[in-house]
C-alpha cells in the first residue's frame, strides 16, 4: 500500500508535463495547410466567442486579400452609425463624366477630324444642291378641233425652294394659227408632306393681260394629283382654274390617266366670252405606256370639252362650238 501512495504524486506530475507539451505544439501548428472547404460556417456556434478587435491594427496595405468569394448579403448593416465619418479628405475625379465643356481634340463640327476631301472637296447633302428638271405633261394633237394641246414646266432649285416656270394652251393648226397660253413664272416652296405652295406672275395671250398668281398643288387621298391656282388680272378680274388627274397603274408600263378641268371667273368679260362664275369643264381620259427608263410615255385617248352657265350663249353668238369632243395622240416626257 505504501508503494502505491508513493507513485501517485510521480503520475500527476507526468500529466501536466505532457498536457504542457501538447498546448506548446497546438500553438506552433501552420494553419495555412488545413481544408476548411468543408466547414460550413454558418452552423458553428459563435456565441461562446470573446474576441477582442480593439488592437487589431487593419491600417496597413492588404492587397493581397480575396474578397471575391466572400458573400456578405446578409449581414445586417441597420446598426451601423456613420455620422462620425470624416469624408472631406476623399478626392474623387469625376472629370471623365457627360457634360461641360468639350475636350480640345474632340471631332469637328463636319466630321473630317482635320482630314482633308482630297480632289472631290468636301461633301454635302443632296437636298441642298441646287437642281433643274423639265417635265412635258402633254404634247398632243386633237384630231377633231385642229389643235396642238401643249403643257410643260420647268424648274431650278433645291427641295426647300425653287422657281417655276409653267405654261399651257393650245395652238390652231389652221386658219389664223391662234395660240391661247397662260404662262407664269413662281416661287415653289413646300407647305407639307403632300402639299406645295406657289406665287408669282403670270400672262395670258387670250385677253393679253397680266396676273399675280397664286396656287397650291399636291397629292390628295387616294393619290389624286390636285392643282389649284387664282390669277388676279390688272383689271380686278379673278380667274380660278381647277384640275385634277389619276394614274391607274395596269402594270409596270401601261397607265391610264383620267383628268378633269374646271375654269371659273369673278366677273363678266363679254368681249373675251368669259361670264361671272364656271365658264369651262374639261375631261379626257388618256392610255399612256411608259418606255426609256419611264422619261418617255407616248399615249392615245379621247377628250370632251363644254361651256357652263351664260358662257354657252356668248359662245353660241361668236359661232363657236359649245361641246366638243376629239380623239387625241401625244407623248409625255421628263428630263
Do not use: C
Not at 11 to 29: H, R
Not at 63 to 84: E, I, L, Q, T, V
Not at 162 to 186: F, P, V, W, Y
Not at 246 to 260: A, C, H, M, N, S
Request: hydrophobic share 35%.
Amino acid at each position: 500500500m505504501k508503494k502505491v501512495k508513493s507513485s501517485l504524486p510521480f503520475i500527476g506530475v507526468s500529466s501536466l508535463v505532457l498536457l504542457a507539451s501538447s498546448f506548446a505544439t497546438a500553438a506552433e501548428m501552420d494553419h495555412s495547410s488545413m481544408d476548411m472547404s468543408g466547414m460550413d460556417m454558418l452552423e458553428m456556434d459563435h456565441s461562446g466567442m470573446d474576441m477582442d478587435h480593439s488592437s487589431m491594427d487593419m491600417s496597413g496595405d492588404m492587397p493581397d486579400m480575396d474578397h471575391s468569394g466572400m458573400d456578405m448579403s446578409d449581414m445586417d448593416h441597420s446598426g451601423m452609425d456613420m455620422s462620425g465619418m470624416d469624408h472631406s479628405s476623399m478626392d474623387m475625379d469625376m472629370s471623365g463624366m457627360q457634360g461641360g465643356e468639350p475636350p480640345a481634340d474632340a471631332r469637328s463640327p463636319d466630321y473630317s477630324n482635320g482630314v482633308g476631301y482630297g480632289e472631290h472637296g468636301k461633301p454635302v447633302m443632296m437636298g441642298t444642291l441646287p437642281l433643274w428638271g423639265v417635265s412635258v405633261d402633254d404634247l398632243g394633237y386633237q384630231f377633231d378641233d385642229d389643235l396642238i394641246n401643249f403643257e410643260a414646266q420647268g424648274w431650278y432649285g433645291t427641295d426647300s425652294n425653287r422657281i417655276r416656270l409653267r405654261t399651257e394652251g393650245s395652238a390652231q393648226t389652221k386658219e389664223n394659227k391662234d395660240i391661247d397660253s397662260l404662262t407664269s413664272l413662281a416661287y415653289w416652296k413646300p407647305l407639307g408632306i403632300f402639299w406645295n405652295g406657289e406665287a408669282g406672275i403670270a400672262y395670258d395671250t387670250q385677253n393679253d393681260k397680266s396676273a399675280v398668281m397664286a396656287g397650291i398643288v399636291g397629292t390628295a387621298p387616294y393619290f389624286i394629283e390636285t392643282d389649284a391656282r387664282a390669277y388676279l388680272y390688272t383689271d380686278g378680274q379673278v380667274r380660278l382654274d381647277l384640275a385634277a388627274e389619276y394614274e391607274w397603274r395596269l402594270d409596270q408600263r401601261w397607265v391610264v390617266i383620267p383628268e378633269v378641268e374646271l375654269t371659273a371667273f369673278s366677273k363678266d368679260d363679254t368681249d373675251n366670252d368669259i361670264t361671272k362664275g364656271f365658264n369651262e369643264f374639261e375631261t379626257g381620259v388618256r392610255l399612256t405606256y411608259e418606255m426609256l427608263s419611264r422619261q418617255l410615255a407616248p399615249y392615245v385617248g379621247v377628250s370632251y370639252e363644254s361651256a357652263l352657265g351664260d358662257a354657252r350663249d356668248l359662245r353660241r353668238q361668236s359661232d363657236e362650238a359649245v361641246d366638243s369632243s376629239s380623239v387625241t395622240a401625244g407623248v409625255k416626257f421628263w428630263f
